[in-house]
């Protein structure tokens, strides 16, 4: 099973609007929608979680419902962090006793031009090396300073990518990552 895990528990405290930016609208449809759709066409999903800020789940549900988004099966509350709300994620996951072998595609919520062929990509790259992490070559040129004033080190762009999500792994991995990562803190 591939469950793609959409984090939209942000405030988007950047955007300076009382409504957070996931649930802007653009040509009448909020943001997340555009979000769940690129992943519910997507054949190779089978089920869709997301994490959503707390007093939200109910309007999730109802744009859900309203835009035939089926394959939403689940909406936790975000956390404080992004880690936090796949985190409450992953043990609802856990809770419904989902196969520890699935695949997770973590995405951000509010980036919906998410395009099949990248969904489909970080899957099969999954499938092949256990997980994958979609990036983009560095264009810009990029300088290392240790005083915020100047630099004489100039770092290859060639050697640079961008990580983006998605993100894909397995849930056993996944789960096991976070829970140790709440132990070390």
């Known amino acids: 099973m591939n469950i793609a895990l959409l984090t939209a528990g942000g405030i988007g405290s950047r955007m300076q609007q009382e409504i957070p930016k996931q649930f802007l609208h ?46 939403m099966k689940w909406v936790v509350g975000g956390g404080k962090t992004g880690q936090e709300s796949i985190f409450n994620c992953l043990k609802k996951l856990e809770e419904e006793k989902i196969d520890l072998n699935s695949g997770i595609v973590i995405h951000d919520g509010n980036r919906p031009l998410i395009k099949q062929d990248i969904i489909t990509d970080s899957l099969a790259t999954y499938n092949k090396y256990g997980s994958a992490v979609a990036a983009i070559p560095c264009v810009e040129a990029i300088f290392k300073s240790t005083n915020s004033q100047s630099s004489d080190v100039s770092i290859p762009r060639n050697e640079l990518f961008r990580t983006q999500t998605p993100h894909t792994y397995s849930f056993r991995k996944l789960l096991w990552a976070h829970e140790e990562a709440k132990k070390r803190k």
């Open 26 to 71: 653009v040509d009448n449809k909020p943001i997340i929608v555009y979000t769940l759709e690129a992943f519910q066409n997507n054949p190779n999903i089978d089920a869709i979680i997301v994490a959503v800020l707390e007093r939200w789940e109910d309007i999730l549900w109802a744009y859900a419902k309203q835009f035939n988004i089926t394959k």
